[in-house]
């Protein structure tokens, strides 16, 4: 189960970052992109990114395991009261590391249940890399991610809100990558946000 958390978490400065307003931007337009006529928000945190698709008259519904965070519907993403297919793009953003891990292919499976087409995840990446931005004048600019591997990966410790990370001692990219096509998901694009890689994105397509 997800970790209750204080709604007042979700209202601060120091949680709603440049980075963080960024990585919004990144969830709401892998949303509009797939042009849903149903959208399933798993973990509603301060409803940034649902009330902005409201206003663009998408059909979005939410849901949170805290209901003092005023979701539309109350539910863990481990036992969600929907039927099978019912969303064509479900999103889950920064959610599952809330878990603990063994609990994660059960989340996806039921993320697989309730969406029809698509499912868009992000999760935290705590993998080094090198920024890279080049500014060429009448030519362009020129961004890049540089993996830097560690010899040794960090042991994650629970810090009171994720049980795991990717990149973290026994939680790499590659066990992540198999646990979402286990589930039944193709994965069309994984990628970090250039300015905060610390969120991972991956858009899914159900396997039928």
């Not at 003092?68 to 019912?86: A, R, W, Y």
């Not at 560690?150 to 795991?164: I, L, N, Q, V």
């Not at 939680?171 to 646990?179: A, D, F, S, V």
């Amino acid at each position: 189960m997800k970790p209750q958390v204080e709604p007042n978490h979700y209202f601060n400065e120091s949680y709603d970052s440049k980075e963080r307003f960024i990585s919004y931007w990144h969830q709401i337009n892998e949303i509009i992109k797939l042009n849903p006529k149903t959208v399933l928000e798993i973990g509603i945190g301060n409803g940034f990114v649902s009330k902005y698709l409201k206003e663009r008259k998408v059909n979005i519904l939410t849901l949170d395991i805290d209901k003092k965070l005023n979701p539309d519907v109350v539910g863990s993403v481990l036992n969600m009261p929907f039927s099978d297919e019912l969303f064509d793009v479900v999103a889950c953003y920064e959610v599952l590391e809330h878990l603990p891990f063994e609990n994660f292919s059960k989340a996806l499976s039921e993320i697989f249940r309730v969406s029809k087409s698509y499912a868009i995840l992000s999760l935290p990446d705590a993998s080094r890399v090198y920024r890279i931005y080049i500014h060429i004048p009448k030519i362009g600019i020129f961004k890049r991610l540089i993996p830097l591997p560690r010899f040794k990966p960090p042991t994650h410790k629970f810090d009171g809100e994720h049980y795991w990370e990717i990149g973290k001692a026994e939680y790499p990219l590659n066990k992540i990558i198999n646990e979402i096509q286990k589930a039944g998901f193709k994965i069309e694009k994984t990628y970090r946000i250039f300015e905060n890689p610390y969120h991972r994105f991956f858009i899914l397509r159900r396997r039928e």
